[in-house]
């Protein structure tokens, strides 16, 4: 077994740690099959933050009568941290490793860590951020990010084979390089992991701005998040470019109405298209009003309107017509003026 360490040149700080730096470490192994009940894992490889820099420590199984050294020796490293960060490690890395480990009946307890699965974290995020694969190299590319391995994990399975049967160094940097590349992209996906920080609401509105048909709303956060980036849903998009944050929304200028829930207690009065309470309606002819239908009991207003996705979002809510499903929040001075209604807003346009 050989363990290696060496420092990491990657500017992210560790600013997106959800705790602590003496406390968080990132992970990534490397197996000789998908079935740990058949294969063994032959490279682990974890990041951690020390003396304010990413360090990278290696155990790489030279002889496979060493494994249970190597996962004893890694789990014990590990042991003195509580969050574990890695991508699909839930699915794959962490049974694997487990079963491996009950193998040889060695101590583990992977259920006393907090885990951070950079993959479940974003992959609902897929169809905004436009990629049509959420694997991490996929990932990396739609950051810019270059690697420096070529290889896919299957396919150093056979060059792990040929490196254990002829030593040759070439196919050792090789095996390692692969482990680094991965183990180094789970730092450089934290920008990507802080965007989706951002879409659940950890940000603040600093200012709304209405020019024609779109409103504008200005963003903070102190989280780390990328240099460049566009979500587009259409109506509305986010939008992170030299450090400022925009969200975008069309908004409609036109007549909107409001339908009352209960119409039965309601009057539609076809002159006027509009209903009124039957407390008022009891004053109005009988010839010009008649009971109101849910697809008729409303109150029409010309206003300035943004689009919901939540239609429970606010009490008032307004629609086209009855039949069609999109849903409005009327630009009111009350809005305008309340940045926390404005947060709130903007978290349920890109809630999942």
């Given at each position: ?323 069609e499903k999109e849903y409005f929040l009327e630009i009111t001075e009350i809005f305008l003026q309340n940045k926390e209604m404005q947060r709130e ?8």
């Amino acid at each position: 077994m050989h363990i290696l360490e060496e420092p990491l040149s990657i500017p992210i700080p560790p600013s997106l740690l959800p705790d602590a730096t003496s406390r968080v470490i990132f992970f990534d192994i490397e197996t000789t099959g998908f079935s740990a009940h058949a294969a063994i894992p032959y490279l682990i490889g974890c990041a951690y933050w020390a003396e304010d820099t990413w360090k990278l420590r290696q155990w790489f199984l030279d002889d496979i009568q060493d494994e249970a050294s190597m996962l004893s020796s890694f789990f014990d490293f590990i042991s003195s941290y509580t969050w574990l960060i890695h991508f699909n490690g839930s699915s794959f890395d962490i049974p694997f490793l487990k079963k491996r480990m009950e193998h040889y009946q060695l101590k583990q307890n992977f259920s006393s860590f907090q885990i951070l699965d950079l993959y479940r974290e974003i992959k609902p995020y897929k169809k905004a951020l436009g990629i049509s694969n959420i694997r991490q190299r996929d990932l990396e590319e739609f950051l810019h990010i270059h690697r420096t391995d070529c290889f896919s994990g299957g396919d150093l399975i056979e060059v792990y084979f040929e490196y254990m049967a002829i030593h040759k160094e070439e196919l050792y940097q090789s095996l390692l390089l692969h482990n680094a590349d991965d183990v180094r992209g789970l730092i450089h996906l934290l920008p990507l992991y802080g965007l989706t920080q951002l879409l659940k609401g950890n940000f603040k509105v600093e200012k709304a701005e209405q020019r024609e048909n779109i409103m504008t709303f200005f963003l903070k956060t102190e989280i780390t998040l990328p240099d460049t980036i566009t979500l587009n849903y259409g109506k509305y998009c986010l939008t992170i470019k030299n450090g400022q944050i925009m969200v975008q929304i069309s908004v409609s200028h036109e007549v909107m109405k409001y339908f009352y829930n209960n119409y039965k207690d309601y009057y539609y009065l076809p002159k006027e298209d509009q209903a009124i309470h039957k407390s008022v309606a009891i004053y109005v002819d009988k010839a010009y009003r008649k009971a109101a239908k849910p697809s008729n009991c409303y109150t029409k207003r010309e206003s300035f309107y943004l689009p919901i996705k939540d239609k429970n979002f606010a009490k008032d809510v307004f629609q086209r017509a009855y039949a069609e499903k999109e849903y409005f929040l009327e630009i009111t001075e009350i809005f305008l003026q309340n940045k926390e209604m404005q947060r709130e807003y903007i978290i349920q346009l890109f809630s999942i």
